[in-house]
């Protein structure tokens, strides 16, 4: 009887089949609202972890800013040091001082980022090496020209199969020699990608490129048992005194957690996919109002079917069945419609805001069982109306 | 089988409305009908014809009185229940043929079925063979707007006899038609009680009701008179 009714609920819908869209098309644009918004935000979701990623390993980032004066006062080694030695709980306080520059090799040439850095930095981003070797403390102290290529840039640079280590290469008008390759980051997307960089002893850069002791900014990491609050509240007084800061002097520094960052971006995401499941509830109720509208007109058009059907023995509940499983049907197959443009949609948008497309079956799935279970409950009443008609009146009915 | 009769209405009234406004339709009908019978219901509009069509059809329940139909007390049957006993033993065809639109003929025949869980094969079966009864075979995969009326109704009695009922109630069935195809129809029903099949007919035809074995007469909601061997006396005129 349900495989029969099935079948006639989709001749129903297929004999009226402009209507049927209309009708299902409040449900069609909830779902695939719901689908494509939940995909994309997957997407950026993803997209955003894997830019706090970018960030690296290192759970505060200490960068020098603006003052109303208009200066900018970097932070330098002696800075870095002070932070490391003198602040409880801290493991690692590592700078970084950035340029950009040609690499040329062998004929070759690529435009890249040169990062200066000792080995704590690598360790307190997980940069890790994948070929090669780490700078040596003399490497480090002497400022000497070695460099770790960023996996891009070697395979710019480099024929595949051969290795970089020991080659020596020129970056601007600088020679150096190649020690290793960092493992792969894979990062992609915005921000600052990490295979793409030349990586050159802290000292080198700031002498070669620079011509300054000065750090763009410095990162630390600390022992996980402390309170991370303790350690910044610590870490700005010292650096507010370093830099002889008067008491209602506003800082002249920024501290990033990249901990609160992510979770103030875990909120933010939080926050819009209940906005979106608010609107996409909204247009879905407005579609079950248009199921149940357009079920009560089709009960009224089609009463001396309702009548024949009785006369020649349905039962009510058989009736009512009937219009019920046209309900649902109707409902599923916008539910089914609404994924797929929701997939497509969602497709382009990620592909337009560049940010990953993140397929979520559960999301998939769920849109399709409410949709149907929308209509259920927006298809029992006019199916109860038509199984409660008088089957001689049905008939008389023009 | 006992000797009691297969139809038996006693003291049936029906009020419609109430109060002031109520209307009387039936004051008390006694009628007695026999496996096998074909009787024509007739009476100007309002004699309650209609109404006691209603009542034998399951339809519809009186008021007052006693219907027994195969011994069983129809006044008090549910809905569902006169619903099965429709579906199992009564076949209705309308004035109107009251087809399914945009449906073929065969599928309007299978529609009782599907009330009765029989297999799509099973439906097919029984669906042809009701259509080979009314000649309507070649027509089986036309929809009601591609026949003529008196197909329509050929198809309307084939969707009647599909579940091999052991009555047929037409109510008008050549309302609709001419007199040519009306007698076509009546021929057919004819045919059918020949068969065994009991039939059940309202018309305010006298030509019509002349194919009929019994003529029961109503006026002012009571049985006026019963003519039988109505048919006879037409053959014999032929």
């Not at chain 1, 395979?155 to 020690?179: H, K, N, W, Y």
């Not at chain 2, 007199?179 to 099949?197: A, Q």
Request: aromatic share 6%.
């Amino acid at each position: 009887m349900l495989g029969t009714s099935i079948l006639l609920a989709l001749r129903e819908i297929r004999r009226h089949i402009l209507r049927s869209i209309l009708t299902t098309l409040g449900i069609i644009i909830g779902v695939a609202a719901v689908v494509t918004m939940v995909t994309v935000g997957n997407g950026v979701t993803a997209s955003v972890q894997e830019e706090i990623s970018s960030l690296g390993a290192s759970n505060f980032i200490v960068f020098p800013v603006r003052t109303t004066r208009g200066t900018i006062r970097a932070f330098d080694e002696a800075d870095v040091r002070a932070v490391e030695q003198q602040i409880a709980g801290v493991q690692i306080a590592a700078g970084n001082v950035g340029s950009t520059g040609t690499a040329f090799y062998n004929g070759q040439d690529w435009d890249t980022r040169i990062q200066g850095v000792n080995n704590a930095f690598l360790e307190a981003q997980s940069i890790t090496i994948e070929e090669g070797r780490p700078f040596s403390t003399d490497e480090e102290q002497a400022g000497k020209n070695v460099c770790l290529l960023g996996t891009k840039v070697q395979e710019a640079l480099f024929l595949p199969g051969t290795s970089p280590v020991g080659a020596r290469m020129r970056l601007g008008d600088v020679s150096c020699q190649v020690i290793g390759v960092i493992a792969e980051r894979g990062q992609g997307g915005g921000g600052a990608d990490d295979d793409d960089a030349v990586y050159m002893p802290l000292k080198t850069v700031q002498r070669r490129f620079k011509g300054n002791d000065r750090l763009d900014y410095f990162v630390l990491k600390y022992d996980a048992s402390y309170a991370p609050s303790a350690i910044q509240d610590s870490l700005v007084d010292l650096l507010r005194e370093r830099r002889l800061l008067q008491g209602a002097e506003p800082n002249d520094f920024n501290v990033i957690d990249t901990a609160q960052v992510n979770q103030a971006l875990g909120a933010a995401t939080g926050a819009l996919t209940a906005m979106v499941a608010v609107i996409a509830s909204i247009s879905l109720l407005v579609g079950g109002i248009g199921i149940m509208n357009i079920m009560l007109v089709s009960v009224t058009e089609r009463t001396r079917e309702i009548g024949i059907r009785l006369a020649i023995g349905a039962l009510a509940r058989e009736v009512r069945l009937q219009f019920l499983t046209e309900a649902v049907v109707l409902c599923a197959l916008g539910g089914l419609v609404g994924i797929a443009l929701g997939f497509g949609a969602s497709l382009g948008l990620a592909a337009a805001i560049d940010v990953p497309f993140v397929f979520d079956p559960m999301i998939n799935l769920v849109s399709f069982l409410f949709a149907a279970a929308m209509g259920i409950v927006f298809g029992y009443y006019p199916a109860s109306r038509a199984s409660k008609l008088d089957p001689i009146d049905a008939l008389r009915h023009e | 089988m006992t000797g009691e009769p297969l139809i038996q209405l006693k003291g049936i009234t029906k009020t419609f409305g109430t109060g002031p406004a109520a209307f009387q339709a039936l004051k008390g009908v006694d009628l007695a009908i026999d496996r096998g019978e074909f009787v024509a219901i007739m009476g100007p509009s309002g004699s309650g014809k209609s109404t006691t069509m209603n009542i034998l059809g399951c339809l519809d329940v009186p008021t007052g009185g006693v219907f027994r139909f195969r011994g069983v007390e129809v006044q008090k049957l549910d809905r569902d229940q006169r619903s099965l006993l429709r579906r199992r033993y009564l076949g209705f065809v309308f004035q109107g043929f009251n087809l399914l639109a945009r449906t073929t003929a065969l599928e309007n025949v299978e529609l009782p079925l599907l009330y009765r869980g029989e297999s799509k094969g099973q439906r097919r079966e029984a669906a042809m063979r009701a259509l080979d009864q009314v000649g309507l075979v070649p027509w089986a995969d036309h929809t009601p707007a591609e026949l003529s009326g008196g197909q329509q109704q050929r198809v309307a009695i084939a969707r009647a006899l599909v579940t091999q009922p052991d009555v047929l109630l037409a109510d008008e069935p050549t309302g609709n038609l001419d007199s040519e195809r009306s007698v076509e129809i009546m021929e057919l029903l004819t045919r059918l009680n020949g068969e065994g099949i009991t039939v059940l007919m309202v018309t305010h035809e006298e030509e019509m009701a002349a194919f009929a074995r019994t003529i029961v007469r109503f006026r002012d909601g009571l049985v006026e008179r019963i003519d039988r061997g109505a048919r006879a006396a037409t053959e014999s005129a032929v």
